[in-house]
């Protein structure tokens, strides 16, 4: 191949991988059924110190959507299924819904999508038929403000919809929902929408245990895998199960290119007695293994390699939703802001291959960035960590092994305990003035290694260690799978 050649095949290669490199988005709803909850300025503020960038509210509070704007989050608003009556029964009404609720705050504020009801099989009342003239209403207000092209809609479903989802392939629709459902689906592939569905794997082990493992709800490794006898296909975890059993049912309609937005999923971080399985540990488990299976475009055994985007539940726990004690349990903070349990949005961090869990050192204890603490805190301590505390901080340059994820929050983590180490670990090294907080959980992650009490820091990010699955090794025999039939493409072309 001549260079000059290759010179022109390049660009013409990075169009046709892009869609690739992309990756699946993992996002946070941010549910407020609570009294103790922070200032939505507030919340804004602890989002963008977790690195997250999609975030998922069930109306369209003026408060909550002013505080994100100029953020860069992308933010998913709602129609309460209390105002599909009159969304669906006047086009006036929406475009003055918009013109007061939208409008006035875009694009500053980026809102991407607009969900119209939710989980309207579930509702008491019964607002079927309302759904799909409220979602053409809501549709004709976005094109007159010529915003139909950049906010997308949709209306969100439980598993419920389904009438069957065992195994997947055998997935179907409760006929009962005909009658809105198949509309609803061509107003979805007329507006290239995706179907929107809340999937808890962890209520299906708690229902079952004796049918569902942990191990399978969690995405363990040590999951015994679960063999759809219609298609052969393997399920390692619960979640692809009932991924697969909503594209099923979508296929038995004929409707096969439809995407699918898992907008709610989640874990519950505690729960009453006889929930043995809502813990800490366990939503730290899930909902780190969900973002590592999305981040790599795992897709499912029916859709391989798909992409497909996905919004944990929840941000914080609610103390005044109904019902059992994990109800009110699902969150990643307490409302106080503090975090119940880390969790790395990266989908980079290390996880245990045995247990599927964060690594946990027997005997050591880390210091990391808190995130209740202003960016300003956090710079402020990391330049002073850097500084006068005569912390080596060329580890979290560029190019070099700590550098990426480029967050203030991850360089400032490992400043932090760098510090903390050189000092003894003790508890007043992981002060930094209320930035620096301790935790047993190794934050470790590729070829990043932060000191404990059992490594010689001559030793950490110093010198390379063995080639982990995700090194340039793997990468580049990976680029070059996916660049052979891209070459055979072009050379087709004449391109090459």
Known sequence: MAPRHLAAFVPFLFLLLAGHCRGGKTGICYGRNADDLPSPDKVAQLIQQQSIKYVRIYDTNIDIIKAFANTSVELMVGVPNADLLAFSQYQSNVDTWLKNSILPYYP???????????????????????????????????????????????????????????????????????????????????NQAPFMVDLYPYYAYQNSPSNVSLNYALFSPQSQGVIDPNTGLVYTNMFDAQVDSILFALMALNFKT????????????????????????????????????????????????????????????????????????????????????????????????????????????????????????????????????????????????????????????????????????????????????????????????????????????????????GSSQSLSAHFFTLLLPVLHIAIAAGIV
């Open 108 to 190: 500053a504020t980026m809102i991407t999508y607009i969900t119209v009801g939710a989980e309207i099989t579930e509702s008491p009342v019964n607002v079927s038929a309302l759904v799909v003239p409220a979602m053409r209403n809501v549709v004709t207000a976005l094109k007159k403000a010529g915003l139909h092209k950049k906010i997308t809609i949709s209306s969100t479903h439980s598993l419920g919809i389904l009438s069957r989802s065992f195994p997947p392939s055998a997935g179907a629709f409760n006929s009962s929902y005909a009658h809105f459902l198949k509309p609803m689906l061509e107003f979805l592939v007329e």
């Open 258 to 469: 439809l995407k699918i937005m898992i907008t709610e999923t989640g874990w519950p971080n505690k729960g009453a007695a006889k929930e043995t399985g809502a813990t800490p540990d366990n939503a730290q488990t899930y909902n780190t293994n969900l973002i590592r299976h999305v981040v790599n475009d795992s897709g499912t055994p029916a859709k391989p390699g798909e992409e497909i985007d996905v919004y944990i539940f929840s941000l914080f726990n609610e103390n005044r939703k109904p019902g059992i004690e994990s109800e009110r349990n699902w969150g990643l903070f307490s409302p106080d802001q503090s975090a119940i349990y880390s969790l790395d949005w990266t989908g980079r961090g290390n996880v245990d291959i045995m247990t599927g869990g964060n690594i946990t050192s027997a005997n050591g204890t880390w210091c990391v960035a808190s995130a209740n603490v202003s960016e300003t805190a956090l710079q402020n301590a990391l330049n002073w960590a850097c500084g006068p505390g005569d912390v080596d901080c060329s580890a979290i340059q560029p190019s070099q092994p700590c550098y990426q994820p480029d967050t203030l929050v991850s360089h400032a983590s490992y400043a932090f305990n760098m510090y903390y180490q050189q000092k003894g670990a003790t508890d007043v090294a992981c002060s930094f003035g209320g930035a620096g907080v301790r935790t047993t959980k190794d934050p470790s992650y590729d070829a990043c290694f932060y000191l404990d009490s059992g490594r010689k820091i001559s030793n950490i990010n110093s010198t390379a260690p063995p080639a982990p699955s």
